[in-house]
C-alpha cells in the first residue's frame, strides 16, 4: 500500500502524478460528455428541426453543432490546466484564444449558413450579376471577420497590431506594398463588376487568356481555358486590359469563300449566287436584320471565287456550327443542282512544239 502511495505521489514536471491522472481523467470525461451530447441530445434536436416547417433552425444548428462539439474539449482543457494549477498567464492567454476561435468559427458558420439573404439584397443591384456581386460581398465579409478573429486574439495576447505593423520596419514596409497589390486587386474586382465586364460562365478574352469564367474574386479572377487549364488573373490586371466578351454577342459570322471551277458560264454563276442569296434569305437560324452578302468577287488562279457574308442568330459555339454545317449542305446541293463543280488548286501546263531549226 505504502509503495502505491509513494508512486501516485511521484512528481513528473514537480506535478503528483495521482493529479496528472485526475487532470487526465477529467479531460476525457468532457470527450465522453461531448460524444454522449452528439449521440442524443444533438441528434434528438436534429429529430424535432426537421419535422417544423422552415429551416432556418436547421441552418442554426449547423452552425453550432462543432462549435458546441468544440467547447466541450475548451472546458476539458481548462479543467485540464486548473487541476494541474498551470493556470499561468500563457495557458489562460491559450484557453481564451480557443474561446475566441470557437465564437468566430460561429460567425464564420452564419455568412455560409445565411448567404441566401445576402444575394437576395444583391438583386437590388440587378438581377444579371446579382451572383457575382453576392459572391464577391460574401467573401469581403468571410475575410473582415477573418481580419477581426486574428486581431482579437492579437490584442488578448497583449500585441497592439498597429504598433507592431509600425514597428517592422522594412518588413512593415513591404507590408504596406503588398497591402497596396491587394487594394487595387479589391478595386479591380469591384471595377468589373460595376461595368459588368463579364459574369461567371461567360467567354471571355482577355490579352492572350481565353475561356470561361469560373470565379471572380476579392484579389483575382479564375479563367478556365478550352485546353481545360484554370488560369488565375489579377482583378487589377483585367481591369486595365481590354476585355473580349463572346457571350454577350447574340450573333456569330460566317465569312467564307467557295470556288468553282473555270469551265461554268456566266448564267450558271449568276444562277448559283442567286439561289445561295435566296437560301440565307429563307434560312431561320440566319439573322435577317444584318448585313448579308453573296457576290462572285475574285478571279483567282484556281477557281471563280464567290464570297459568303452573313450572321447567325445565335452566340453558342454548338449551335453556329450546326447552322454552319446546314449551310455547307445546302450550297453543295446548290452547286450539284446547278451542274457546277468545286475547284481545288491546281494547275495547267502547256508544251509548245519547236521544229528542228529553233524557230516556232
Do not use: C
Not at 436534429?46 to 462549435?67: F, G, W
Not at 467573401?139 to 477581426?148: A, C, D, E, L, M
Amino acid at each position: 500500500m505504502q509503495n502505491f502511495i509513494d508512486f501516485i505521489n511521484t512528481t513528473f514536471f514537480q506535478i503528483p502524478l495521482y493529479k496528472i491522472a485526475l487532470a487526465l481523467f477529467v479531460f476525457f470525461v468532457f470527450l465522453f460528455l461531448r460524444k454522449i451530447f452528439t449521440v442524443t441530445i444533438l441528434q434528438t434536436i436534429k429529430q424535432i428541426t426537421k419535422k417544423t416547417k422552415t429551416d432556418i433552425d436547421d441552418k442554426i444548428l449547423n452552425i453550432l453543432e462543432e462549435p458546441i462539439r468544440f467547447s466541450f474539449i475548451i472546458m476539458g482543457l481548462y479543467f485540464f490546466i486548473i487541476i494541474l494549477k498551470i493556470n499561468n498567464i500563457t495557458t489562460m492567454h491559450l484557453i481564451r484564444t480557443l474561446i475566441i476561435i470557437d465564437l468566430f468559427w460561429i460567425l464564420f458558420g452564419s455568412i455560409n449558413a445565411f448567404d441566401k439573404f445576402i444575394y437576395e439584397f444583391t438583386k437590388n443591384f440587378g438581377k444579371e450579376l446579382h451572383q457575382e456581386i453576392g459572391n464577391f460581398l460574401l467573401k469581403s465579409i468571410k475575410v473582415f471577420v477573418v481580419i477581426i478573429g486574428i486581431t482579437a486574439i492579437l490584442q488578448d495576447w497583449g500585441i497592439n497590431v498597429s504598433a507592431f505593423i509600425a514597428s517592422l520596419g522594412i518588413g512593415g514596409l513591404a507590408f504596406a506594398l503588398a497591402a497596396k497589390d491587394t487594394a487595387a486587386n479589391l478595386f479591380g474586382g469591384l471595377t468589373i463588376l460595376a461595368d459588368q465586364s463579364f459574369k461567371i460562365g461567360d467567354w471571355v478574352k482577355v490579352g492572350k487568356v481565353e475561356g470561361t469564367v469560373e470565379d471572380i474574386g476579392l484579389r483575382t479572377t479564375k479563367i478556365r481555358t478550352f485546353e481545360k487549364s484554370l488560369i488565375v488573373m489579377p482583378n487589377q490586371t483585367i481591369a486595365n486590359s481590354p476585355i473580349e466578351n463572346f457571350s454577350k454577342r447574340g450573333q456569330r459570322r460566317i465569312s467564307m469563300r467557295i470556288g468553282l471551277t473555270y469551265d461554268i458560264t456566266k448564267e450558271i454563276i449568276e444562277n448559283i449566287v442567286k439561289e445561295i442569296t435566296n437560301m440565307l434569305k429563307s434560312h431561320p437560324k440566319i439573322a435577317q436584320d444584318q448585313t448579308m452578302l453573296v457576290r462572285f468577287d475574285q478571279f483567282q488562279d484556281s477557281s471563280l471565287s464567290i464570297f459568303i457574308y452573313t450572321f447567325v442568330n445565335s452566340a453558342i459555339w454548338n449551335e453556329y456550327l450546326e447552322t454552319k454545317e446546314d449551310i455547307n449542305y445546302k450550297i453543295m446541293q446548290i452547286v450539284k443542282n446547278n451542274k457546277a463543280e468545286f475547284a481545288f488548286p491546281s494547275q495547267s501546263i502547256y508544251i509548245e512544239k519547236i521544229n528542228n531549226t529553233g524557230i516556232k
